[in-house]
């Protein structure tokens, strides 16, 4: 299993978290057409590789955050608040979050 | 696709071709008194520069779809691509169990079929694939379980499968070492009993329809990655793989776990994510479990091989990847609900885990069928359920390809049913703990 950086708590083992899953803007339901919203239902993008998705903490702090993630390597490159700009490193700070270095982040 | 059988010519180099010997008691005692060679199962060959239908991913459903092309509709010019070796994904690392005791009437309908060509399957393909119908136990350990099972139990029986719900008492009888007892943590209150549920031997089933295939002409290339799709004008032009480029009509995509990343190159989205499923594999003791025993609320499966092995098998890993790394947690979680069901195993060891990679779909049914690229199929989203379904989807597919209409066996597969919203909810009967 992997560690996940949560924003509040620190490194914690993936086993304390519900996977909410790809990170996805929900479109207006009262705007959106029925194909619209069925592909936001239910289409995904699944890529190997660098993906940006929602976690839940629920063992923990009961907080929603996003990470980025790697799906072959399960690497964790970052974590946020789901309010904060995802590359505003200083917001990250402010929070807690896990920072990705440039030398190409931690393995968690 | 084609509607006739001129597409059936065959073009290939046959030089050093060897058709099989049709496997024999005679030929067992020829070839091991002689100690020759048996000839080649399956032979290697140069790429063509086109073929009539290209499949992407030879695993039980790649190569059974290339099968029955080429044996119920004279399609012999087909490429099986594999990125690695045949069998080497999903139909390598599941847990060989077949059953047909779904929840939708689609389900039970499909899968009975593929239960049917699995009895007659080593015969068929004069490769002994070891089926063995066992009988199949779906432990009901709360009410609304044992709901679910009476309701699949009901389904089951319109759609004429042999399925009942039985007592705790009928389950002790058929599973002696099974704790029934009402002071487990979670006490058995019935199951889904279902005889025709079996194992079989799941290399040989990749291996016989590969030499089947193999045999009628089709071309089977493994370490041939593909590394792109043509399409022009809505259609599929050929295929760029790691060994050289095919210009084809007909491109089926049947990779499973990795079925995003080659729709992705015909691009057509697909709802599936990829979750790791783990299993292992116990030391192999004497015979002492006959059924397969399956629990939902203990999120694991056991059956015993004809080694004698136990094959333990779980839910989806808690969030999608890609990696197929083994982790503690499954071990441990799988131990621990494995010994709540049979107590007397505590003592024994696991010899190796491995992961396999799941595409899941929202409503746990498949997607089968065509994509909004033509010649473009997909034969795709087989979840934690695939290797069972492997006979009927190359059968139906099959069809699909020869006759250009969708089977009537597959039409609650389509992909549009994620435009339309008639979705096929087989969560309750496809999986466990999910």
């Given at each position: 299993?992997?560690?996940?950086?949560?924003?509040y708590?620190?490194?914690?083992?993936?086993?304390?978290f519900?996977?909410?899953g790809?990170?996805a803007t929900?479109?207006?339901?009262?705007?959106?057409?029925?194909e619209?919203w069925?592909?936001?239902?239910?289409?995904?993008?699944?890529?190997?590789?660098?993906?940006?998705?929602?976690w839940?903490?629920?063992?923990?702090?009961?907080?929603?955050?996003v990470?980025?993630?790697?799906?072959?390597?399960?690497?964790?490159?970052a974590?946020?608040?789901?309010?904060?700009?995802?590359?505003?490193r200083?917001d990250e700070r402010?929070?807690?979050?896990?920072?990705?270095?440039?030398?190409?982040?931690?393995?968690? | 696709?084609?509607?006739?059988?001129n597409?059936?010519?065959?073009?290939?180099?046959v030089?050093?071709?060897?058709?099989p010997?049709?496997?024999?008691?005679l030929?067992?005692?020829?070839?091991?008194?002689?100690?020759?060679?048996?000839?080649?199962?399956?032979?290697?060959?140069?790429?063509q520069?086109?073929y009539?239908?290209v499949?992407v991913?030879g695993g039980?459903?790649?190569?059974?779809?290339?099968y029955y092309?080429?044996?119920?509709?004279?399609?012999?010019?087909v490429?099986?691509?594999?990125k690695?070796?045949?069998g080497?994904?999903g139909?390598?690392?599941?847990?060989?169990?077949?059953r047909?005791?779904?929840?939708t009437?689609?389900?039970?309908?499909?899968?009975?079929?593929?239960v049917?060509?699995?009895?007659?399957?080593?015969?068929d393909?004069?490769f002994n694939?070891?089926f063995a119908q066992?009988?199949?136990?779906?432990?009901?350990?709360?009410?609304?379980?044992?709901?679910?099972m009476?309701?699949?139990?009901?389904?089951?029986?319109?759609?004429g499968?042999?399925?009942?719900?039985?007592?705790?008492?009928?389950?002790?009888?058929?599973?002696?070492?099974?704790d029934?007892?009402?002071?487990?943590?979670?006490?058995?209150?019935?199951?889904?009993f279902?005889?025709?549920?079996?194992?079989?031997?799941?290399?040989a089933?990749?291996?016989?329809?590969?030499?089947?295939a193999?045999?009628?002409?089709?071309?089977?290339?493994?370490?041939?990655?593909?590394l792109?799709?043509?399409?022009?004008?809505?259609r599929v032009?050929?295929?760029r793989?790691k060994?050289g480029?095919?210009?084809?009509?007909?491109?089926?995509?049947?990779?499973?776990?990795?079925s995003?990343?080659?729709?992705?190159?015909?691009?057509?989205?697909?709802?599936?994510?990829?979750?790791?499923?783990?299993?292992a594999?116990?030391?192999?003791?004497?015979p002492?479990?006959?059924?397969?025993?399956?629990?939902?609320?203990?999120?694991?499966?056991?059956?015993?091989?004809?080694?004698?092995e136990?094959?333990?098998?779980?839910?989806?890993?808690?969030?999608?990847?890609?990696?197929?790394?083994?982790?503690?947690?499954?071990?441990e979680?799988l131990a621990?609900?494995?010994?709540e069901?049979?107590p007397?195993?505590?003592?024994?060891?696991?010899?190796?885990?491995?992961?396999?990679?799941c595409?899941?779909?929202?409503?746990?049914?498949?997607?089968?069928?065509a994509?909004p690229?033509?010649?473009?199929?997909v034969?795709?989203?087989?979840?934690?359920?695939?290797f069972?379904?492997?006979?009927?989807?190359?059968?139906?597919?099959a069809?699909?390809?020869?006759?250009?209409?969708?089977?009537?066996?597959?039409?609650a597969?389509?992909?549009d049913?994620?435009v339309d919203?008639?979705?096929?909810?087989?969560k309750?009967a496809?999986a466990?703990?999910h």
């Amino acid at each position: 299993m992997i560690l996940l950086p949560c924003p509040y708590c620190g490194p914690r083992n993936a086993s304390e978290f519900r996977y909410v899953g790809e990170l996805a803007t929900r479109p207006d339901p009262n705007a959106t057409g029925v194909e619209e919203w069925r592909a936001f239902l239910y289409m995904r993008a699944n890529p190997a590789g660098w993906t940006t998705e929602t976690w839940f903490h629920r063992a923990g702090c009961r907080q929603h955050f996003v990470v980025e993630r790697h799906t072959v390597t399960n690497e964790v490159r970052a974590s946020r608040l789901p309010a904060a700009k995802f590359r505003d490193r200083e917001d990250e700070r402010a929070t807690g979050g896990n920072v990705a270095d440039d030398s190409g982040g931690a393995i968690y | 696709m084609f509607n006739n059988r001129n597409g059936a010519k065959n073009r290939h180099h046959v030089n050093d071709y060897r058709k099989p010997a049709r496997y024999s008691a005679l030929d067992l005692i020829r070839y091991g008194l002689s100690g020759s060679d048996w000839p080649r199962a399956w032979h290697a060959h140069d790429l063509q520069s086109s073929y009539d239908v290209v499949i992407v991913g030879g695993g039980v459903h790649g190569l059974a779809t290339a099968y029955y092309l080429a044996k119920n509709h004279g399609i012999m010019d087909v490429a099986v691509l594999d990125k690695g070796y045949i069998g080497g994904g999903g139909s390598g690392r599941n847990t060989a169990i077949i059953r047909s005791n779904y929840l939708t009437p689609e389900g039970v309908r499909f899968y009975d079929r593929s239960v049917k060509l699995y009895e007659t399957l080593s015969a068929d393909l004069n490769f002994n694939a070891m089926f063995a119908q066992r009988g199949h136990l779906t432990l009901a350990h709360n009410d609304g379980s044992l709901r679910t099972m009476h309701w699949r139990a009901e389904v089951n029986k319109l759609e004429g499968v042999d399925s009942e719900v039985i007592g705790p008492d009928e389950i002790k009888w058929l599973v002696p070492y099974m704790d029934t007892s009402e002071r487990a943590r979670y006490p058995i209150l019935g199951a889904l009993f279902h005889p025709p549920g079996g194992i079989i031997r799941h290399d040989a089933v990749v291996w016989g329809y590969a030499r089947g295939a193999d045999a009628l002409g089709v071309h089977i290339h493994q370490n041939t990655e593909v590394l792109g799709i043509d399409v022009a004008d809505g259609r599929v032009r050929g295929v760029r793989t790691k060994r050289g480029n095919i210009a084809t009509r007909v491109v089926v995509n049947c990779t499973a776990g990795w079925s995003t990343l080659i729709s992705d190159m015909a691009g057509v989205k697909m709802p599936i994510s990829t979750f790791p499923l783990q299993a292992a594999v116990t030391e192999p003791v004497r015979p002492f479990l006959d059924p397969i025993i399956v629990s939902g609320t203990l999120h694991v499966y056991v059956s015993q091989t004809d080694r004698g092995e136990l094959v333990f098998g779980a839910s989806v890993d808690p969030f999608a990847s890609y990696s197929m790394r083994g982790s503690l947690e499954f071990t441990e979680d799988l131990a621990a609900h494995v010994l709540e069901l049979m107590p007397s195993l505590a003592k024994m060891r696991v010899l190796r885990q491995w992961a396999g990679l799941c595409d899941m779909t929202p409503d746990f049914a498949p997607i089968m069928g065509a994509a909004p690229v033509v010649g473009f199929l997909v034969d795709v989203g087989w979840g934690t359920y695939g290797f069972k379904a492997g006979p009927v989807s190359g059968e139906t597919m099959a069809e699909l390809i020869a006759t250009g209409k969708t089977p009537k066996l597959i039409e609650a597969f389509s992909l549009d049913r994620f435009v339309d919203g008639s979705l096929v909810g087989e969560k309750g009967a496809a999986a466990v703990g999910h």
